[in-house]
């Protein structure tokens, strides 16, 4: 069993930056590939970034890319999702996924855990 616990969402203006974190119980962390999706109200939800187990390989959304950098840091359980240039239409809650098996990265059924999300808002 995995837990993942998402922090670092908020209130910011269109341009500015946020960093989000997850933090991940137990000592298998390095042998999941670790994800960022996002729902926005009334709409699906999407894959926005994916981080391999060793951090060596990363993917992004064609509607994230070079704006946000995904990283992970194995001693710490942890991933991140570093947040520039924000845009309104990157509201949404965010959640980060665990992936014991390499599926496709962008599709949600690969994923084995989830965190409870946490709240982006970017303001105009």
């Known amino acids: 069993q995995v837990q993942l616990v998402e922090s670092g969402g908020g209130l910011v203006q269109a341009g500015g930056s946020l960093r989000l974190s997850c933090a991940a119980s137990?000592?298998?962390?390095?042998?999941?590939?670790m994800a960022w999706f996002r729902q926005a109200p009334g709409r699906d939800r999407e894959f926005v970034a994916r981080?391999?187990?060793?951090?060596?390989?990363?993917y992004y959304s064609d509607s994230v890319k070079g704006r946000f950098t995904i990283s992970r840091d194995n001693r710490k359980n942890t991933v991140y999702l570093q947040m520039n240039s924000l845009k309104p239409e990157d509201t949404a809650v965010y959640y980060c996924?665990?992936?014991?098996?390499?599926?496709?990265?962008?599709?949600?059924?690969?994923?084995?855990?989830w965190g409870q999300g946490t709240q982006v808002t970017v303001s105009s």
């Open positions: 996924a665990a992936d014991s098996a390499d599926g496709n990265y962008y599709v949600q059924n690969t994923y084995d855990y």
């Open positions: 137990g000592r298998t962390f390095s042998t999941y590939a």
């Open positions: 981080i391999s187990r060793s951090g060596g390989r990363t």
